[in-house]
Structures are given as C-alpha cells and as structure tokens.
C-alpha cells in the first residue's frame, strides 16, 4: 500500500473493522509518516491508536500521531506502559511510607 494523500487503513477494534482516509495528513499539515500503516508491528499501533486517543477526538489523527512516534522509536508504546507501569508502583510504595 503506498503512501499517499489518501492512504487507507484497516485496523482490528472490538472484532469489528474501520476504515480511515488519509486526506487529513496534508489538510492539516501533518508529515507524511515514513512506512505504510501495514508494515508498522500492528499491536504497537493500536497500542498508540489508543494511547493518542487520550489526548485527540479524532481518531484518524491519531493514528497518525502514533505512526508518527513508531517511526522514532519501534517500540514506543511498550516503552511508555512499562514507564507508566513502573511510576504507578512508585507512587504506591511512597504512598504506604507517608501514612505509615
């Protein structure tokens, strides 16, 4: 599937599948992300699908937003969870030290 203005992507969600339409990338002055959307390891880009979620309403955005950091780092999403995971046990241990 070649980059393009309008690049079309399947993604899994709920068993169910979407369709998104690319033409945002160059509406919105968005780079173009350096792979086609099918050669990214697909469960880290639905990993940021979500993760980008928080953070945008519209979903095709980000998509590419998480195209975007895969293109940096290949696994970034993991990274951020295991990160994330990590910080969470750290607030539970200070937590039980300060009402101790």
Known sequence: MPLGVSVMFL?????????????????????????????????????????????????????????HHLDEIRDYYSRLKRMEDEAKSVDKIAESLESA
């Not at 169910?16 to 880009?45: A, H």
């Not at 979500?50 to 945008?56: Q, R, S």
């Open 11 to 67: 993604y899994r969600k709920d068993k169910g599948m979407k369709d998104f339409n690319f033409d945002k990338i160059e509406k919105f002055g968005f780079r173009k992300p350096k792979k086609d959307y099918g050669d990214y390891d697909q469960e880290q880009l639905l990993m940021g699908i979500e993760v980008e979620k928080e953070h945008v309403d519209d979903e095709e955005v980000a998509v590419i937003i998480a195209a």
